[in-house]
């Protein structure tokens, strides 16, 4: 079983940076690819970022240039630092696991909340 949990949400100004961080206990070898997703108010969720487990890595034309996905030292650790934040960035973040690469994502966090606001 693979479990996921999200953390360094909060409440940032426009333009300012925060970095989120998934913790995956279990087997993070199980997973072919991790991504960050997220949530607005009235709003469909959108994939934000995606990094596969060959270091490859895409991301919501909305986020390119500010937002970077990663993985930790220790392996078990997904990053996605956020950079020049804008209004228009808050929702929750979710972090989810793709065990079998086929963009259906298998394991999800519990959601952190980022509020862009001045």
């Not at 030292?73 to 086929?102: I, R």
Request: hydrophobic share 35%; with cysteine.
């Amino acid at each position: 079983q693979v479990q996921l949990v999200e953390s360094g949400g909060g409440l940032v100004q426009p333009g300012g940076s925060l970095r989120l961080s998934c913790t995956v206990s279990g087997s993070i070898f199980r997973l072919d690819a991790m991504a960050w997703h997220r949530q607005a108010p009235g709003k469909q969720r959108e994939l934000v970022a995606v990094l596969t487990s060959g270091g490859i890595t895409n991301y919501a034309d909305s986020v390119k240039g500010r937002f970077t996905i990663s993985r930790g030292s220790a392996k078990n650790t997904v990053y996605l630092q956020m950079n020049s934040l804008k209004p228009e960035d808050t929702a929750v973040y979710y972090c989810a696991g793709d065990m079998f690469g086929d963009g259906l994502y298998d394991y999800w966090g519990q959601g952190t909340q980022v509020t862009v606001s001045s």
